[in-house]
C-alpha cells in the first residue's frame, strides 16, 4: 500500500523560504511521476511542479525562478524549495505520486481539480504573510 505523507509547511512573511518534504512509503513501481499541487481558499486546485522517476522537471509559470522541486530517492522523499514567496502562495499544498508510463510532468500539472489519479496525501498548510 503506498502512503504518501507531507510537511514543512507553516507560516512566513512575504520574502520568505521554506522546505515541504513529501515522503512516500510502499513504492511499488520504478517509473513515477510525482508533482505537488495546491489548493487556496475559494479557488481550485492547481499544480505546481512535477518531477519524473528520471529526473525531468516541469513547473508552472507562477513559480519559475522561485520554486524547485527535488527528489531524495534513497528516502523515498520529494521536496519543494520555495523561495521569494508571496501572499498568494497560501493554500494547502499536497503531494502526489502516478504510475504508468502514459505520464510525464506536464500532464501531471494539468490534472483537473476532480482528477485524482494515483496516491495524494492530505497536505501541509503554508500561509504567507504580507
Known amino acids: 500500500q503506498v502512503q504518501v505523507a507531507e510537511f514543512g509547511g507553516g507560516s512566513v512573511q512575504t520574502g520568505g523560504s521554506l522546505r515541504l518534504s513529501c515522503v512516500v512509503s510502499?513504492?511499488?513501481?520504478?517509473?513515477?511521476?510525482m508533482a505537488w499541487f495546491r489548493q487556496a481558499p475559494g479557488k481550485e486546485r492547481e499544480g505546481v511542479a512535477a518531477?519524473?522517476?528520471?529526473?525531468?522537471?516541469d513547473y508552472r509559470d507562477f513559480v519559475k525562478g522561485r520554486f524547485t522541486i527535488s527528489e531524495d530517492k534513497a528516502k523515498n522523499t520529494l521536496y519543494l524549495h520555495m523561495t521569494n514567496l508571496k501572499p498568494e502562495a497560501t493554500a494547502m499544498y499536497c503531494c502526489a505520486v502516478l504510475y504508468g508510463g502514459s505520464w510525464f510532468p506536464g500532464s501531471v500539472l494539468a490534472l483537473k481539480p476532480f482528477q485524482n489519479p494515483g496516491y495524494w496525501g492530505q497536505g501541509t498548510q503554508v500561509t504567507v504573510s504580507s
Open positions: 518531477i519524473d522517476s528520471d529526473g525531468s522537471t
Open positions: 510502499g513504492h511499488t513501481y520504478s517509473s513515477y511521476n
